[in-house]
């Protein structure tokens, strides 16, 4: 995983209505300076490469972003940079390419269905909107095809606007994206909850669309082929969510802030306290929601847990991290889709496995020491133990 280098913290130019990072602009908890050399020393102590992160990266001066990017094309080979896009002009264009910066774009659609990504007012939000659309078209027509990530939320994917996405994504990809990610919505607070989050229904209907609509265009999704690599023991190279996180020290995010202050993954700061890193990871949740009950907010019982784990704490029910994910429902759904699909193939998944147990018991013995294996390696492990016949296949 890179380091994400946030010079000024979550500042950004939009305030769009779902961030999770809302509760620290609420404190006041925004970076304004930052010290480049520190920045540079932390990022080489964390072992690089780095993403410039934010809120909204590009709001640091060209010059500044020059040097980052300079330096990190000199020390690592390149950098990347996660944006919202509306701020990008032909000098950051010139930059990216110069320094091999693979970029990032965040936005929810064209027009309507970015409209949560809020700029100010209806008119200066359509402006930005249409800056992040020109970016991308320009990245695709110089060859460095930005990646995006796209939220899904009533503003985009409810019933009546869900096709308009599916045919914006389908342009997307003639324009020339290849690799998109998609996010459900991460609840903030009631007030989110109720203007803007989907019903578990329509979250579901809304990913299945998705999931068919990725058979017929030469696009990805991050999320589908994830869960039959992970049912079938092949996680190696999954995304963070589905990887047991502590949300103390939370591996897959090395943050560095602008004097160059270690953090972590700005999704678990629900009091709008940017936490530091703590010195060792603790795998108590992953271990607690195993045992807990699911009317309590566990996972017990749940065939999917070895490869779900509970999902990302940032999505905890209640935004509380020691339970399970808020979108449980959607999850489960999405992998007995993946299951049936796997088996139709003639592939055996864990979830159907009846000894899947000793898998489990193997992971939580590991969590337990505090260790974090990969299901992958935790299988090799357990098939080259000798006289071991039980072993998940």
Known sequence: MSVELRPLG??????????????????????????????????????????????EPLLVPLDDLEELFRWGHEKYGGSAIQTNGSLVNDRHLELFAKYNVDVGISMDGPEALNEVRWAGSHAATRRATSRSLDAVEKLCEAGRPPSLIVTLHQGNANERDLPALLRWIE???????????????????????????????????????????????????????ELESLLLGDDENVTCVWRA???GTTAAVRGVEGFGQRSNCGRTNKDGVDFVKSD???????????????QLGGCAGCRFFVACKGQCPGTGIDGDWRNRTVHCEEWEALFRRAEEHLLEQGEFPISAQPNRVHLEAEMLA????????????????????????????
């Open 171 to 225: 342009q997307l990809a003639d324009t020339g994206i290849r690799q998109m990610r998609v996010h459900l919505l991460e609840v903030e607070g009631p007030d989110v909850a109720a203007a803007l989050a989907l019903s578990a229904a329509e979250n579901i209907a809304a990913l299945t669309a998705l999931a068919e609509l990725e058979e017929r265009i030469n696009l990805q999704f991050d999320v589908f082929d």
């Open 366 to 393: 590991a969590w337990a020491r505090g260790d974090n294996p990969s299901i992958a390696a935790t299988i090799d492990l357990m098939q080259s133990a000798e006289g071991d016949a039980d072993v998940v296949s």
């Open 245 to 247: 996180c502590d949300p």
């Open 280 to 294: 060792a990871p603790a795998y108590l949740r992953v271990l607690a929601l195993y045992h807990t009950p699911r």
């Open 10 to 55: 979550v500042k950004c130019n939009l305030g769009c209505g779902y961030c999770y990072q809302n509760p620290q602009r609420d404190a006041n908890n925004v970076g304004r300076e930052y010290d480049i050399d520190a920045m540079k020393q932390a990022v080489e102590a964390e072992g690089g490469p780095f993403t410039l992160f934010g809120g």
